[in-house]
């Protein structure tokens, strides 16, 4: 029985209606279905078509679709031609019912499914993820590029969503095309909501491409004057806000292949080494109270790592216990709410560790950190563990995930996503599970070992990141009839 079977049943009498009515709050739904991979966007949509009852076969009108498709060949998501095509497939079977979110993403990566992915690089790929949330609140909100830079320049940006009720704090989806405008606007949201839950990706692609587009009946709020869209129409937007407030929430996760080569440091000065590119030189560190050259504390493997272009990273924070209780925490009982920051940094030739852009302060502590691709999924196996425990402690019930993977440096992208899966299923079994490959995840800032800090959102490479949805309160569903 699909949604547009039990809506009908809602108009066959009272008795059906509250039914309907009661048993549509009882069953939250989050499928993912994987199409493909076809040669032509033509054969896409047809495949799309006439498979419509594995993917839009819910129980109760779906309040979200994500739609992702993969392709290495960006001409047909040029001027939005392929969206407006998919957006009359389904809405010619009335497969989208009213006030239903349509967030469509193109993607030149992998996308993530139950199954295990196959090579094609010439295919596409579609992913559609569809929702139903009871008792549930979904606004969007788009933002131009222009209006989030304003914003970082004194115009203040109001909130353009609806007030909230009760004091929960509700959690955020973010998608955008521009890194910088996603990472201003992770800040604003975080000063909009303190502790709000924020999870997303950016796709940065070119070629003219419209890699998002947004389709909704529903409220869709224009973030330059709050206005109510009556109909349905196509928005390219440069990066959008979901928000969701209700009985349905998630809870977001990290995780990263880095971990730390060196003791606690603390930098002692700081140097700008170019001012148009705004690189900083710290060229003194200190452990312990003495000062020592930072590859005398490396041991040679790493070095020869460094060496061979491994990404290295610089957990840093103005206080020494964090970072004390953050080297000798396991998942389970890391907790924090001090803000720690990462930086990218590299070492030069004359053995200096230098970032760009964000500043290691001077008398800030630090860990650095490499990256080895290969320990990622022991920190996602860890990542995923904390997860389930603290679900099955809050007696909260998860019906489904979405998880985005900034792309990996020296990882294949099939195994990439085989790996996810697997790692996944060894831990939630057959918990539905959608997500893609991206330029760069959106979540909270991952540090090592599969730990994350909650506190902290921020926009991430080299990082996996995603949401798993639960229900805040059963409900007991009477099921005599």
Same mark, same amino acid.
């Given at each position: 029985?699909?949604?547009?079977?039990?809506?009908?049943?809602?108009?066959?009498?009272?008795?059906?209606?509250?039914?309907?009515?009661?048993?549509?709050?009882?069953?939250?739904?989050?499928?993912?279905?994987?199409?493909?991979?076809?040669?032509?966007?033509?054969?896409?949509?047809?495949?799309?078509?006439?498979?419509?009852?594995?993917?839009?076969?819910?129980?109760?009108?779906?309040?979200?679709i994500?739609?992702?498709?993969?392709?290495?060949?960006?001409?047909?998501?040029?001027?939005?031609?392929?969206?407006?095509?998919?957006?009359?497939?389904?809405?010619?079977?009335?497969?989208?019912?009213?006030?239903?979110?349509?967030?469509g993403?193109?993607?030149?990566?992998?996308?993530?499914?139950?199954?295990?992915?196959?090579?094609?690089?010439?295919?596409?790929?579609?992913?559609?993820?569809?929702? +139903? &949330? /009871?008792? @549930?609140? $979904?606004e969007?909100?788009?933002?131009?590029?222009?209006?989030?830079?304003w %914003?970082?320049? =004194?115009?203040?940006?109001?909130?353009?969503?609806?007030?909230?009720?009760?004091?929960?704090?509700p959690?955020?989806?973010?998608?955008?095309?521009?890194?910088?405008?996603?990472?201003?606007l992770?800040?604003?949201?975080?000063?909009?909501?303190?502790?709000?839950?924020?999870?997303?990706?950016?796709?940065?692609?070119?070629?003219?491409c419209?890699?998002?587009?947004?389709?909704?009946?529903?409220?869709?709020?224009?973030?330059?004057?709050?206005?109510?869209?009556?109909?349905?129409?196509? +928005? &390219? /937007?440069? @990066?959008? $806000?979901?928000?969701?407030?209700?009985?349905?929430?998630?809870?977001?996760? %990290?995780?990263? =292949?880095?971990d730390?080569?060196?003791?606690?440091?603390?930098?002692?000065?700081?140097?700008?080494?170019?001012?148009?590119?705004?690189?900083?030189?710290?060229?003194?560190?200190?452990?312990?109270?003495l000062?020592?050259?930072?590859?005398?504390?490396?041991?040679?493997?790493?070095?020869?790592?460094?060496?061979?272009?491994?990404?290295?990273?610089?957990?840093?924070?103005?206080?020494?216990?964090?970072?004390?209780?953050?080297?000798?925490?396991?998942?389970?009982?890391?907790?924090?709410?001090?803000?720690?920051?990462?930086?990218?940094?590299?070492?030069?030739?004359?053995?200096?560790?230098?970032?760009? %852009?964000?500043?290691?302060?001077?008398?800030?502590?630090?860990?650095?950190?490499l990256?080895?691709?290969?320990?990622?999924?022991?920190?996602?196996?860890?990542?995923?563990?904390?997860?389930?425990?603290?679900?099955?402690?809050?007696?909260?019930?998860?019906?489904?995930?979405?998880i985005t993977?900034?792309?990996?440096?020296?990882?294949?992208?099939?195994?990439?996503?085989?790996?996810?899966?697997?790692?996944?299923?060894?831990?939630?079994?057959?918990?539905?599970?959608?997500?893609?490959?991206?330029?760069t995840s959106?979540?909270?800032?991952?540090?090592?070992r599969?730990?994350?800090?909650?506190?902290?959102?921020?926009?991430?490479?080299?990082?996996?990141?995603?949401?798993i949805?639960?229900?805040?309160?059963?409900?007991?569903?009477?099921?005599?009839?």
């Open positions: 029985m699909t949604w547009r079977d039990t809506t009908s049943l809602s108009y066959v009498c009272c008795a059906w209606r509250r039914i309907v009515i009661e048993a549509k709050q009882c069953f939250p739904e989050w499928r993912t279905t994987v199409l493909g991979p076809s040669s032509t966007t033509r054969e896409s949509l047809k495949l799309l078509q006439t498979n419509h009852l594995n993917w839009a076969d819910t129980r109760f009108p779906p309040n979200l994500l739609f992702l498709v993969a392709s290495q060949d960006s001409t047909s998501w040029r001027r939005g031609k392929f969206w407006i095509e998919a957006i009359t497939t389904i809405e010619k079977a009335h497969l989208l019912p009213a006030n239903c979110q349509f967030i993403i193109y993607t030149m990566h992998k996308v993530l499914g139950n199954e295990i992915s196959i090579e094609n690089s010439n295919g596409i790929v579609l992913s559609v993820s569809v929702a +139903h &949330f /009871p008792d @549930t609140t $979904l969007s909100a788009e933002y131009d590029r222009k209006v989030v830079k %914003s970082q320049q =004194g115009l203040k940006l109001n909130d353009p969503f609806s007030d909230l009720k009760d004091d929960t704090i959690c955020f989806l973010l998608f955008g095309v521009n890194t910088q405008s996603a990472d201003q992770v800040q604003i949201v975080e000063n909009w909501y303190p502790g709000a839950a924020i999870i997303g990706t950016v796709s940065n692609v070119t070629d003219r419209l890699p998002l587009v947004s389709y909704c009946k529903s409220k869709c709020h224009d973030s330059q004057h709050i206005q109510l869209q009556k109909q349905r129409q196509l +928005h &390219f /937007p440069c @990066t959008m $806000l979901v928000r969701v407030h209700g009985n349905v929430s998630f809870r977001s996760f %990290s995780a990263n =292949g880095y730390p080569i060196t003791p606690i440091i603390q930098c002692n000065r700081v140097h700008l080494v170019d001012e148009f590119k705004h690189i900083m030189m710290y060229d003194i560190v200190s452990m312990e109270e000062h020592s050259r930072l590859l005398d504390l490396l041991n040679p493997s790493d070095r020869l790592k460094i060496q061979q272009d491994s990404a290295l990273n610089l957990v840093s924070c103005s206080n020494k216990v964090p970072l004390e209780h953050l080297m000798n925490s396991s998942n389970r009982d890391f907790t924090s709410s001090e803000r720690f920051t990462c930086l990218d940094v590299t070492i030069s030739v004359d053995e200096t560790i230098q970032s760009q %852009s964000i500043c290691w302060s001077e008398g800030d502590y630090g860990i650095l950190t990256h080895d691709s290969t320990k990622t999924w022991s920190a996602l196996n860890q990542a995923f563990q904390h997860l389930q425990s603290n679900l099955f402690e809050a007696n909260e019930q998860a019906f489904g995930a979405f993977g900034g792309s990996i440096t020296k990882v294949d992208e099939i195994d990439f996503v085989n790996n996810v899966r697997q790692v996944w299923t060894h831990v939630f079994q057959d918990l539905p599970v959608g997500g893609y490959i991206a330029s959106v979540g909270p800032l991952a540090l090592f599969g730990l994350s800090s909650p506190c902290h959102n921020t926009i991430q490479i080299n990082t996996i990141c995603g949401a949805f639960y229900v805040k309160k059963r409900h007991i569903c009477n099921r005599n009839q």
